[in-house]
């Protein structure tokens, strides 16, 4: 019991910055969870399932929606129902759908990536697509869809503009190809840009994004699109499993994520941009362009710190950040941070570069 107690406490001081996938659900939240009404969703029953995919559907400026259990399967489910088996999709090389989503597309789809260079602002350069858009001839695989990531995790959460999206959508249109946008954060991007979401995906034929990261969510995300394209993609996510029954549960949560949770973004950003100014001042670090809620830096040359040492130092004072690959670190604010706890990770910083 004194155990249960003391880890609880721990978790409630730390300050996870790895990830606004970590960020618990609201009181809120939790008490309209508690007094859902519900129903059985696969057989489209479900009161509260319907209120969210109608809200989300209205937000994005789509005929329909579908709640799906993560925006892996929102992705996964828009390119099924998409694509057809060896069809090629031209997606960025740092897009999540190709690097983080565990090969799904080709391994459950059969479809084939077709990778264009992310260029540093999360775009892909317009004559590059047009110039991977296969001629008709046997011997290629059929061009059908082209996707964009708004913000773009990778390349620092920048926000892609709605004239960038536009001119997307044009090229796409005139090759008469699909267009998906993987929006896992579009709300931040729309704050950024300060654009409605809507004006961002208008040109998109489908969109997905997530209730459960900065939204405060527990679980889900929500695939928009035309009436006939959901419809399809129905179909798919009861063929991944994503049928859930009485979800209400937890759509009752993503309502509140929408309604409640979208306008105070721009905190987040506020407090992202005092998180980088702050470590831009440490020498030891190289801090990347900030732009919405995501953070990302590495260690500078003069420092002769290893990153897990860094990692594992932060941790010890209660500080949690993500560290992997090449990219070095990513920390992201989120609801569950507030101005303290930016001051207290600066402190830690402090510390551990003094040590
Ligand atoms: C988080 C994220 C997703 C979906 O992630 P899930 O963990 O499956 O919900 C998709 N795209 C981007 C850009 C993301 O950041």
């Not at 995906?201 to 995300?221: E, Q």
């Amino acid at each position: 019991m004194i155990m249960l107690v003391a880890c609880i406490l721990n978790k409630m001081n730390t300050i996870d910055l790895r990830s606004d996938t970590v960020t618990w659900p609201t009181q809120e939240m939790r008490e309209a969870m508690a007094r859902a009404e519900v129903g059985d969703d696969v057989y489209g029953e479900d009161p509260t399932v319907n209120r969210l995919q109608e809200l989300a559907a209205e937000r994005m400026g789509k005929e329909a929606a579908l709640f799906v259990p993560s925006g892996a399967m929102g992705n996964l489910a828009a390119l099924l129902a998409h694509c057809q088996r060896g069809d090629e999709v031209i997606l960025g090389d740092l897009a999540h759908p190709y690097l983080y989503e565990g090969g799904a597309m080709a391994a459950l789809g059969g479809i084939q990536p077709r990778t264009l260079r992310n260029q540093p602002d999360g775009t892909l350069i317009l004559d590059e697509i047009e110039a991977a858009i296969r001629e008709d001839d046997v011997h290629y695989p059929i061009t059908r869809l082209v996707a964009l990531e708004n913000t773009h995790n990778r390349c620092n959460g920048v926000p892609l503009s709605a004239d960038y999206i536009r001119s997307v959508g044009e090229l796409v249109k005139k090759h008469k190809l699909a267009f998906h946008i993987d929006g896992a954060r579009i709300f931040n991007a729309a704050m950024a840009l300060d654009t409605p979401a809507k004006r961002l995906v208008a040109p998109a034929d489908s969109i997905t994004f997530c209730l459960s990261k900065g939204l405060c969510a527990p679980v889900g995300s929500v695939l928009c699109g035309s009436k006939e394209f959901i419809a399809r993609a129905l179909r798919v996510r009861k063929q991944l499993g994503g049928g859930m029954r009485q979800a209400g549960i937890l759509a009752a949560a993503g309502i509140i994520a929408l309604e409640k949770m979208v306008d105070r973004l721009a905190e987040d950003h506020q407090r992202a941009k005092r998180l980088a100014d702050g470590l831009a001042e440490f020498p030891q670090l190289r801090v990347f362009p900030q732009y919405t809620n995501i953070i990302r830096f590495q260690l500078s040359d003069e420092s002769k710190m290893k990153p897990d040492k860094i990692v594992a130092a932060l941790a010890k004072e209660g500080i949690r950040i993500g560290h992997g690959g090449p990219w070095g670190f990513r920390a992201v604010t989120h609801y569950w941070i507030d101005d303290a706890a930016i001051e207290k990770t600066l402190a830690a910083f402090r510390k551990v570069f003094k040590d």
